[in-house]
């Protein structure tokens, strides 16, 4: 009420970007929908102090209740991911990155991580990111035929190049990862493993995917993807990483504050707080459950009007659609799902013939759908839809209007 008065035109676009998410469908791998407690403690008071520091160890005062919130939302990080330490600080997953890098090298430093038409991450050593600008990258891949991580390249460029840190984690790998067979890697050099889960971590504490922390030095993640809070970041330090390195936790408090970032924001980790005791829940199992269980239905039902799956499949949230037998660009793909209410975005497959500008494949994921609460029957209907637009272009005017229909049985999160 107050915007709207006040700003009349941020609340207009406030409100048609909430409309456009309520009446189409929202499929793109890395969003969801968090839920209006999340939003409630994102849009409160706390976005007005500043608490550079740690808890206990302030550089301003009045922190008191602060210090608590921070305290609350390390603890349940901790209980919920079964690690020994947790930085709750980062802006968001990226800034994150950047902190383990500060942490554990040295500008120069070889480093390795998944390249990113492969389906890794610009963080990962990109080189048009930090980590390929300020470090000696490394890039592995994933085997040409099964679409898997290809450990023994992986292992054997270890080996050569002796990286510092090893990053894994990926925003468009549809597999599960051996992090067993990583950690014997790692650990054959002596190399920081850091396992960036940004995209699984809902699946993680939901305990529908492995949990890299028995077998990894550092966790990263986002907040905001599966594990469905305000955007954000948090940096993990296992007790494996406690082992190899007792320091660990205090290098990577200090790479974030004061190394990269100055007061934290604390509406955003009270946010964090309330979606990590939501993700500690009976029904955030269920929901993880049924994020992997649509997201197979969905690979299964693209399968039977011939859609190609990168890795034939998938055991996560996400699948890759390699287009090329439909005779359609991702970029095409994309534009024409969108405008028939279907959100995704275009993605390269892997050694994608068509170079990362004119990609070959469309990632799709389920975590939001199933936010709005739907199950298998509706992922057959939205795989019959997306079928339909794919070889009838003309069919997206008349599916928009059916998914408008449709979305007002699965409301947001209110
Ligand atoms: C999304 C993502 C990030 C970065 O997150 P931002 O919040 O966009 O900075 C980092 N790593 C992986 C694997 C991701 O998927």
């Known amino acids: 009420m107050k915007l709207k008065q006040q700003d009349s035109q941020i609340a207009k676009l406030i409100d048609l970007e909430t409309d456009r998410q309520k009446t189409s469908l929202q ?10 407690a999340v939003r409630e403690a994102l849009g409160s008071y706390l976005t007005d102090k500043y608490a550079e520091g740690y808890p206990g160890k302030r550089y301003y005062g009045g922190n008191q209740f602060i210090d608590k919130v921070e305290s609350l939302c390390i603890e349940r990080a901790k209980k919920l991911f079964n690690v020994e330490h947790v930085n709750v600080q980062p802006h968001s997953g990226s800034p994150a990155n950047a902190a ?4 554990t090298c040295q500008p120069g430093d070889a480093i390795m991580g998944l390249a990113l038409p492969m389906g890794g991450h610009l963080t990962h050593g990109t080189k048009v990111s930090f980590g390929g600008k300020f470090f000696n990258s490394v890039q592995y891949g994933v085997d040409e035929k099964s679409h898997l991580l290809n450990y023994e390249e992986i292992e054997k460029l270890v080996k050569e190049h002796k990286p510092k840190l090893i990053w894994v984690g990926a925003t468009a790998y549809p597999r599960f990862f051996d992090w067993k067979r990583l950690g014997e890697i790692a650990d054959s050099v002596g ?3 850091a396992a960036d889960i940004a995209h699984i971590a809902g699946l993680v504490a939901g305990g529908v995917h492995p949990s890299p922390v028995p077998f990894v030095h550092i966790v990263t993640t986002t ?17 494996k990483g406690l082992q190899k390195d007792a320091e660990l936790p205090k290098k990577i408090d200090k790479a974030v504050f004061p190394g990269l970032q100055g007061g934290p924001h604390e509406n955003a980790i009270a946010a964090i707080a309330v979606c990590l005791k939501e993700a500690s829940s009976a029904p955030f199992k269920t929901y993880a459950k049924q994020i992997v269980r649509n997201a197979k239905a969905l690979a299964e039902e693209l399968k039977k009007y011939d859609f190609n799956l990168v890795s034939g499949g998938t055991d996560n949230h996400l699948m890759v659609i390699d287009l090329r037998n439909k005779n359609i660009t991702g970029a095409e793909a994309q534009d024409l799902l969108e405008g028939s209410g279907i959100s995704t975005n275009k993605n390269s497959i892997p050694y994608d013939p068509a170079g990362p500008f004119k990609p070959s494949g ?6 939001a759908i199933t936010t709005r609460g739907m199950k298998e029957k509706e992922i057959k209907q939205i795989a019959s839809w997306i079928n339909e637009v794919i070889s009838s272009p003309k069919s997206a005017k008349k599916i928009s209007g059916e998914i408008k229909k449709f979305c007002k049985k699965f409301p947001l999160p209110i």
Request: with cysteine.
């Open 27 to 36: 499929m793109i791998a890395s969003e969801n929908h968090c839920s209006p």
């Open 100 to 103: 383990v890098y500060v942490a």
């Open 191 to 193: 190399a920081y493993l």
């Open 223 to 239: 907040t905001h993807k599966t594990l469905r809070g305000p955007r954000g970041g948090m940096i993990m330090v296992t007790k």
């Open 362 to 367: 469309l990632r799709i994921g389920t975590a």
